[in-house]
């Protein structure tokens, strides 16, 4: 069993910058990809970055490429989201979520989730 939980988030301006973590606890291992997706009221749940476990390979959605960075400490165990030149539409609940199966774009390719943190861009 994994645990995620996400923190970190806030209400930020326009063209600030946030950082978001997810501390992790339970069976991860070098076979994990961690990814964060966020979601809108009404709105499917949409990817925003993956990173893998053991080689730290990483992979963003166009709308963020440039703008946010993902990472990981394998020490602490934690993953984190730096989220820089942020827009009114990056107004979103930011989930934290890890596969066992390796990295992939789809919700449902990923096992565990945390209760998500919001993060709120005001223009």
């Known amino acids: 069993q994994v645990q995620l939980v996400e923190s970190g988030g806030g209400l930020v301006q326009a063209g600030g910058s946030l950082r978001l973590s997810c501390a992790t606890s339970?069976?991860?291992?070098?076979?994990?990809?961690m990814a964060w997706f966020r979601q809108v009221p009404g709105k499917e749940r949409e990817f925003v970055a993956v990173i893998t476990w053991s080689l730290g390979s990483t992979y963003y959605a166009d709308s963020v490429k440039g703008r946010f960075t993902i990472s990981r400490d394998n020490a602490k165990n934690m993953v984190y989201l730096q989220m820089s030149s942020l827009k009114p539409e990056d107004t979103a609940v930011y989930y934290c979520a890890a596969s066992p199966m390796g990295w992939g774009l789809s919700p449902g390719g990923y096992d565990y989730w945390g209760q998500g943190t919001q993060v709120t861009v005001s223009s």
């Open positions: 339970g069976r991860t291992d070098s076979r994990y990809a």
